[in-house]
């Protein structure tokens, strides 16, 4: 029996249960048992973007105690996931015996696509969805985690699937954490361009990995084009509903 | 030149509702990215050939004094005449006192961004000396004393209309016209007329070749070459970090910066400059002169992670490949810096304390970081200077938090490692946030996260929150599955 | 201003002091990178690959036999253009066509840089009074389509850059794959290396206004080679 260890960031805890309920249910439904840890609470990269380092180093040092003892992690937020790998080591830098738990964790952690097709081995899980999908490569994930190939194959392997590209799809959306709130001007520019390009596709349904990318193309969506949709992986391939 | 980096939000409002400006971004760095991910694939293996650039400057970066006297030497053996300015007074000095000896009236400049850096034009203006711009696009851009745009365009975003009016008043054109074909011939006679008589023509410097005290220029329009070629005298300016080791490297370099900067295989003209010219020659310089320019460069050098601004070799393959410059343009960046790589080198220069929005006003997205051939990670040196205002850092000029953040980030910090109390907070902000909310959504809220609003939705903060559903998921038909054992592949 | 002041010789020492205070940090040896596939191709390649790249950048390329065909080559050109005027280079290449001789059979006016006399002369004859410039080129680098010229007293740089047309005469045994290979040669001898080396890949070219590009900015509006061989 697998076990994976679930990592719920802030974002889908608060504002977008849905994905870790479906993350809960596609895991099972690959005869993976998820756990969750009660005690996890962020993986520290609001402070971190925003210069706070001994705050992030908290942060990093509770995620450890956490999940230290795991031997897979699965999270749907690629974002924290290369919080974790990237950051992690660098923070605990000057400290050896934390840097070689950070180093440990690092090696166990992955994004759900990733998680899916890379270490389960699966593509096809029954996933089914009738029309034209698209899928938007968040920064963190494509460039941070090199992870583009596997949710794009989970998604055109789903049943009744028609998957069409997206124009630009590895340009930004304008999230960008605290930069959407920061700087909103051009934040709101970057993100009606990311959603022309979603209505240029010609795509139904439009499908990422990052729950930051959904609050933001989602809320426009939402705002703008209410009709179009967009949904997390794992609602997607669980086939249950989400925002946008 | 002028400092604007603290009117960075006040010129991107503007700039971002300038519909010329959002023409050409739109359409430019597209098609030149598309270009260069085309003209990369003429290497056999382009990410080894981007690794083998990124190596070169990391070998230039940890070798810098040393590459520096042995191009020093070289060049001398050559004949140049090699100078050092700490600032750029200095810098500025020599230039004026050289042109003054030669009773020089006017100047011939190419496009150099060190010399945008240390105000070359102004002082040399405040001293009765016409400096002419000869690149067509800094050309316009002076005219119309406005910073460049883009690396390669300074000017592209300029109506045409624009610059039929300004060659009209000053380029001596006589018919109005609004072809850019015909304003650019216009420009060519104007400038051609000062390339045929100056005297002293300055350059920027691409390469600085250690081994053989060679300086190298890329360029399309071929006015560096004529400024190498017309006048008695040369003035070449240089930053510390144009160094490179090998003419081997700077081939490969040469490959790197066309490709990155314009999507060519090599600019129209690069030459290569080995001291003065040789007696017999009939044209080219008899006295080479060689500033080195540091301006803060060698206290930059002591941190070892701000001295990596010092490998980029100016190529705009950032600036090209960045989402929020499509949107914003060259000017909010507020000096001779632009772009991704301005974001980088502009606060190390001037302080970080003013220029906080340069490394702020950014998503990390990497897109930077992924195609820059000489090894910059730019979202790592922005999240290091955002924790050098933490630490109020004096070396870099750090700023202040605000209180109320610091405060936050406190109380973050406490709760981040105590779940209970990290849960009760969300319990207790649910209420106050989706008092906001109707149906589930919330289109409007004030204080610090009104921007999102103006065009965004948002989920009211969910009624059970995934910590709180978990007890019931768990319960839920699992195969097999039992509690409290651990994640195991 | 004081000699000192003129020679920033303490900014020197202040300069290279800070940079050489900081410990050296050990650099990464440099990745393996395979061969540009340019070194695997034979003479015939390399010369339809040079034509191919030069004629993108917009260069014009004749390829002739030898050099009396190159002389009736460039008599089509000059005659076809309406050239009264020319300047030419004396190097090896341009000097064995004895070009002022083929001037006077034409009616062309052939400038040598030593007509001239004096730098100022010169450069008022390449500047205002010259049509055409034609040079020799050292090299032909196939990976671009690009010429390489090394200057010296024989190869005035304003010749292949004032003229508004720029006329280069290359044997095909001066065909080499990469600018590595020109460049191992011209600077391999530390003792003897060239003043001014110019890589030309076609005209003078702008997009600066609108981003509309065009040919013969500053230097010249068109380039033709004549490859002999």
């Known amino acids: 029996m697998k076990i994976a260890s679930l990592f719920i960031p802030c974002i889908v805890d608060l504002f977008l249960p849905e994905i870790g309920e479906a993350t809960v249910q596609v895991l099972r439904r690959l005869g993976v048992d998820p756990l969750y840890h009660k005690a996890q609470t962020c993986c520290g990269q609001p402070a971190m973007n925003a210069g706070y380092r001994d705050q992030a180093k908290k942060a990093a040092k509770h995620f450890i105690d956490v999940f230290g003892d795991d031997d897979v992690i699965v999270s749907p937020s690629g974002s924290c996931v290369y919080m974790v790998k990237h950051h992690y080591p660098e923070l605990l830098s000057d400290e050896p015996v934390w840097l070689q738990r950070a180093e440990e964790v690092s090696k166990r952690i992955f994004e759900l696509s990733q998680y899916i097709v890379d270490i389960l081995g699966i593509e096809e899980l029954g996933a089914s969805f009738n029309g034209a999908v698209t899928y938007h490569e968040s920064c963190h994930i494509l460039r941070g985690l090199g992870v583009s190939d596997q949710p794009k194959r989970l998604i055109q392997k789903a049943d009744g699937v028609k998957f069409v590209s997206l124009p630009l799809a590895d340009m930004c959306c304008g999230f960008g954490g605290e930069f959407a709130e920061t700087y909103d001007y051009i934040s709101e520019e970057m993100v009606k361009e990311k959603v022309g390009c979603y209505l240029e596709s010609g795509a139904d349904l439009l499908v990422l990995c990052e729950p930051g990318c959904l609050l933001n193309i989602g809320g426009y969506l939402s705002r703008n084009h209410p009709e179009k949709k967009a949904l997390h992986i794992a609602n997607f391939l669980a086939g249950t509903g989400g925002v946008g | 030149m002028e400092i604007r980096t603290t009117l960075f939000n006040e010129i991107a409002e503007k700039e971002i509702r300038n519909p010329y400006a959002r023409a050409f971004l739109k359409a430019m760095p597209a098609a030149i990215a598309a270009r260069r991910k085309t003209v990369m694939g003429s290497f056999p293996d382009p990410d080894a050939a981007q690794a083998c650039g990124q190596a070169i400057r990391a070998e230039v970066v940890a070798w810098l004094p040393e590459l520096l006297e042995e191009f020093e030497k070289n060049a001398l053996a050559r004949g140049a005449k090699i100078l050092w300015a700490r600032d750029a007074g200095e810098a500025n000095e020599m230039v004026l006192a050289i042109a003054k000896e030669r009773n020089v009236t006017y100047v011939t400049k190419g496009k150099s961004m060190v010399t945008e850096e240390i105000g070359l034009n102004d002082a040399l203006a405040e001293s009765g000396i016409e400096p002419f711009e000869t690149d067509l696009g800094e050309f316009i851009a002076q005219q119309l004393k406005r910073p460049p745009f883009h690396i390669v365009g300074p000017a592209i975003n300029v109506p045409v209309e624009e610059v039929c009016d300004l060659f009209m008043e000053k380029a001596g054109m006589e018919k109005p016209t609004t072809d850019p074909v015909e304003l650019g011939y216009a420009a060519r006679l104007f400038l051609r007329d000062k390339f045929h008589h100056v005297a002293l023509g300055v350059t920027g410097v691409n390469m600085a070749v250690a081994e053989t005290g060679t300086i190298i220029n890329l360029e399309n329009e071929g006015n560096i070459r004529f400024n190498k070629s017309s006048p008695r005298t040369q003035v070449s300016i240089m930053s510390l970090e144009k160094v490179v080791p090998t003419m081997e490297d700077a081939m490969h370099l040469t490959r790197l910066l066309s490709r990155n900067c314009t999507g060519q295989a090599i600019s129209a003209y690069v030459s290569m400059d080995s001291g003065p010219k040789k007696p017999g020659e009939i044209d080219g310089p008899e006295e080479l002169f060689i500033i080195i320019v540091d301006n803060g460069r060698s206290e930059i050098y002591a941190d070892s992670v701000a001295r990596e601004a010092l490998r980029c070799i100016r190529c705009g393959g950032c600036l090209n490949i960045c989402p929020v410059y499509a949107k914003i343009g060259g000017y909010p960046y507020g000096w001779a810096y632009s772009g991704p790589m301005g974001q980088v080198l502009t606060p190390l220069l001037l302080g970080l304390d003013r220029t906080q929005d340069l490394y702020r006003a950014c998503t990390l997205c990497g897109s930077c970081r992924e195609v820059c051939p000489a090894g910059v990670d730019h979202p790592s040196m922005f999240l290091y200077y955002r924790s050098k205002d933490v630490e109020e850092d004096r070396g870099l000029r750090g700023k202040k938090r605000p209180w109320k953040e610091s405060r936050f980030f406190d109380l973050w910090s406490r709760a981040v490692t105590h779940s209970a109390l990290w849960n009760l907070g969300f319990r207790l902000a649910r209420p106050l946030v989706n008092r906001y909310s109707h149906s589930g959504v919330i289109t409007r809220m004030g204080g610090y996260f009104e921007g999102w609003f103006r065009t965004r939705n948002l989920p009211a903060i969910a009624k059970e929150t995934f910590h709180e559903r978990w007890k019931r998921l768990r319960r839920e038909t699992a195969p097999g599955g039992q509690n409290g054992r651990k994640g195991k592949p | ?229």
């Open chain 3, 1 to 229: 201003m004081s000699e000192e002041e003129i020679t920033g010789r303490s900014a020197r020492e202040d300069i290279l002091g800070r940079l050489k205070e900081i410990p050296k940090t050990v650099v990464e040896p440099r990745p393996d990178m395979p061969p540009l596939r340019e070194l695997s191709l034979d003479r015939e390649q390399m010369i339809t690959t040079f034509i191919e790249k030069l004629t993108l950048e917009e260069g014009i390329v004749y390829r002739v036999q030898d050099g009396r065909e190159a002389i009736a080559r460039l008599t089509e050109i000059v005659v076809g253009e309406g050239l009264q005027k020319v300047m030419v280079s004396t190097d090896d290449v341009v000097a064995s066509l004895d070009l002022p001789a083929w001037g006077k059979e034409q009616g062309i006016a052939v400038l040598t840089p030593r007509d001239s006399g004096d730098r100022d002369s010169f450069r008022d004859a390449v500047f205002d009074e010259v049509e055409a410039g034609i040079t020799g080129a050292d090299y032909a680098v196939a990976e671009s389509g690009t010429l390489v010229i090394v200057h010296d007293a024989d190869q005035p740089r304003l010749i292949s850059l004032a003229p508004i047309m720029h006329i280069a005469l290359v044997s095909v045994e001066r065909i080499v794959p990469t600018y590595e290979r020109a460049i191992e040669e011209l600077y391999g001898d530390t003792k003897n290396i060239p003043s001014h080396v110019t890589f030309i890949t076609g005209p003078s070219m702008t997009a600066d206004i609108k981003g509309k590009p065009f040919k013969g900015m500053h230097g010249p509006r068109r380039l033709m080679v004549i490859l002999i061989g």
